[in-house]
Nanobody, 120 residues
Framework: QVQLVESGGGLVQAGGPLRLSCAVSGSISSINTMRWYRQGPGSEREVVATIGYGGITDYADSVKGRVTISEDNDKNTVYVQMNSLKPGDADVYYC??????????????WGQGTQVTVSS
């Protein structure tokens, strides 16, 4: 039972920065992979940024150089800093945790999503 709560979405001007937060609570293993996804109407949900074991990160080609994912274990929070926002970045952004149990079974939990709108 893991709860993910996103915050920080809203309306921003093109070219501006935005920081999204994902607060994590509940029972989780010591090693988990966290991801930020985004999804627009009629589109598949796509991964934007990933942070895994040892703080290793990965980013979608469309956001490389403009997005940074990080985590604060003391606060149980994962962040994504987005800079130089473009109209194409306007989507609902979701936080996701990938879990692996002692038997190697994988599962994931999702946050409720937070809307990002970019004005020209």
């Amino acid at each position: 039972q893991v709860q993910l709560v996103e915050s920080g979405g809203g309306l921003v001007q093109a070219g501006g920065p935005l920081r999204l937060s994902c607060a994590v609570s509940g029972s989780i293993s010591s090693i988990n992979t966290m991801r930020w996804y985004r999804q627009g109407p009629g589109s598949e949900r796509e991964v934007v940024a990933t942070i895994g074991y040892g703080g290793i990160t990965d980013y979608a080609d469309s956001v490389k150089g403009r997005v940074t994912i990080s985590e604060d274990n003391d606060k149980n929070t994962v962040y994504v800093q987005m800079n130089s926002l473009k109209p194409g970045d306007a989507d609902v952004y979701y936080c996701n945790i990938e879990k692996v149990d002692s038997n190697g079974l994988k599962s994931s939990d999702w946050g409720q999503g937070t809307q990002v709108t970019v004005s020209s």
